[in-house]
């Protein structure tokens, strides 16, 4: 029997169950086949929920984008960057349609970021800052995994040091104080 087929059995087994008076319920949940669904179920929704970061960026394409603090959402399963692009005259970048050159960057988790003391507070909207990271692989977006979040006193938040392959790949070289 192929899986799919076994979920819609057993999700009908479930549904059955509800119908039934408890005893009938419990023996359905003594079932080594319900219990399987449920682990199968919710083992997938996690992966699912987390992604390789090798997956989404390229490991050959390291960049490093200068600019202004435009959003940070501080939420699982990764922190998220925005910011404006800007010179090196402190001058927003703009696109042909006038608007600011925004850059998104996909960072680590929270509780990772709680780790190495990268608070809600360590960013705050408008700051200069520098994206160091992966360029993402979807073409035509300005999003990176970003390996390091360099404020302009030099110091530097760690987010990843590796991408993909854990410790089997290079460290991000550093790109040195921001000027």
């Known amino acids: 029997m192929d899986s799919y087929r076994w979920v819609v059995n057993t999700v009908g087994l479930m549904r ?3 119908s039934c008076g408890p005893s009938a319920r419990a023996r359905i949940w003594e079932s080594p086949v319900a219990v399987l669904a449920v682990l ?7 992966m699912h929920a987390h992604h390789n970061f090798a997956s ?7 960049l490093t984008v200068r600019g202004t ?14 910011i404006d692009q800007i010179a090196d005259n402190r001058e927003p970048l703009r696109d042909a349609q006038g608007n600011p050159v925004r850059w998104t960057g996909e960072t680590m988790s929270v509780r990772v970021a709680q ?5 809600r507070s360590s960013l705050q909207i408008g700051q200069v800052i520098s ?3 992966w360029l993402s692989r979807k073409e035509g977006t300005r999003e990176m995994g970003v390996s390091a979040i360099i404020q302009e006193s030099g110091h530097v938040f760690l987010a990843r040091e590796h991408i993909g392959g854990g410790r089997r790949s290079p460290p991000a070289p550093y790109p040195g104080l921001v000027p």
């Open 16 to 18: 059955e169950s509800r």
């Open 69 to 82: 603090v435009a959003e940070v959402r501080y939420v699982n399963p990764h922190i998220r960057i925005a």
């Open 56 to 62: 989404d960026y390229d490991p050959e394409r390291m």
């Open 115 to 119: 780790r190495r003391n990268f608070t």
């Open 131 to 133: 994206l160091r990271g």
């Open 40 to 46: 199968a179920v919710v083992a997938t929704a996690s």
